[in-house]
C-alpha cells in the first residue's frame, strides 16, 4: 500500500466528493418537500430531473445552431439554460402532481407509489420517442463553451474547473434561497402548515391544493437546474439517465433525514464524498480487485445501514404533531 499516493490524491478526491455531493443534494431536495407536505415519495423526479438536463441541451444545441452560444456571454447563457431547465421540470411536476397523484391522494398509500413508477417509465419512454423523432438519437452531448473548462491549480495535486466551480457556487445559491423561502416567507409558512396539518391549514384559508402544486413545482424546478448542471458536468444524457441518480438522491434523502432540508444537502455530500473516496481508493486498497464499478455499492449500503439502525436519518426525519 502506498501511502504518500493514498494522501496526495485525497485532497482531489474530497473536492471531486463534493461536486458530486452538491449534485444530489439538489435532487435530494425533489424528493424531500414532496415528502415533508405529502409522506409520499415522489419516485418519477428522476425523470423530472433530467427532463430538465434535456431542455438545457436543446436549448444549448440551437443557441449553437444560431451562431449564439459563442457570441452571447457565458454567464447569461448559463442563466438562460438553468431558467429552461427548472422552468420546464417544475412545470412537468406540477402537472405530473394534478394527473397522477391528485386523484389518488386519499388512497391506500402503495397506490400512488404504483403510480409514481408508472410515470417514471412513461416519462423515460416519452423523452427517447421525442428525441429520435426530433434528431433521431437520444444520446445528447451538451456542447462545451471553452471558458467552462479552464482550471486553475490550487496545489500541486489539487485543481479545478469553472464548470465545477459554477455547480457548487449556483448549488449553494439554490439550496440557501430555498432554505430563505420555507423558513421567511409567508409561502414558507403555508407549506410548512400544510406539511403539519392539511385540515387546520385550510380552515385558516390556505389553499392545500395550491400550496401542494407549489411545492412540486419549486421540488421539480430544483431537480431540472441539477439537470442542467449535470449535462453541463458530465456532458452526456439520455433518457435513462437520471434513474441511478435519483435513486442515490434518494438514498441522500434518506440518509440526512426524509423531509428535512438541511438533511437533504447533509446527505448529499455525504453520500458524494463516500461515493468519491471509493471510486479513487477501493481499486488501491484492494490490488486492482475491485475497481470504481463498485462504488455504487457504497450509495445503497448506506441505505440499507441507515434504515437498519437510524430510520430518521443523520438530522432526522420531520414529524408532524397532531392536536
Known sequence: MDLPLLLGILPQVLLDGLILGFMYALIALGYTMVYGVLEFINFAHSEIFIVGA?????????????????????????????????????????????????????????????????????????????????????????????VLNVRFELTQTVDVSVKSLVVIVAALAMLGVLHLLVNRTKVGTAIRAVAEDQAAASLMGINVNRIISLTFL??????????????????????????????????????????????????????????????????????????????????????????????????GEVIRGRA
Open 54 to 146: 434535456f431542455v438545457g441541451v436543446e436549448l444549448l444545441l440551437g443557441l449553437k445552431s444560431a451562431g449564439l452560444l459563442d457570441a452571447l456571454p457565458w454567464p447569461l447563457v448559463l442563466v438562460l439554460v438553468l431558467v429552461a431547465g427548472m422552468a420546464a421540470s417544475g412545470v412537468l411536476a406540477v402537472t405530473v402532481e394534478r394527473v397522477a397523484y391528485r386523484p389518488l391522494r386519499h388512497a391506500p398509500r402503495l397506490i400512488p407509489l404504483i403510480s409514481a413508477i408508472g410515470i417514471s417509465f412513461f416519462l423515460q419512454d416519452a423523452i427517447r420517442l421525442f428525441e429520435s423523432l426530433w434528431r433521431n438519437a437520444f444520446n445528447l452531448v451538451y456542447p462545451t463553451m471553452d
Open 218 to 315: 419549486i421540488g421539480g424546478a430544483m431537480g431540472g437546474a441539477a439537470g442542467v448542471l449535470f449535462g453541463v458536468q458530465y456532458g452526456l444524457i439520455n433518457p435513462y439517465t437520471g434513474f441511478i441518480p435519483g435513486l442515490k438522491a434518494f438514498t441522500a434523502a434518506v440518509l440526512g433525514g426524509i423531509g428535512n432540508i438541511p438533511g437533504a444537502m447533509l446527505g448529499g455530500l455525504v453520500l458524494g464524498l463516500l461515493e468519491a473516496l471509493a471510486a479513487s481508493y477501493l481499486s488501491l486498497l484492494t490490488g486492482g480487485a475491485f475497481g470504481a464499478e463498485y462504488k455504487d455499492i457504497f450509495a445503497f449500503s448506506v441505505l440499507i445501514v441507515i434504515l437498519i439502525f437510524r430510520p430518521k436519518g443523520l438530522l
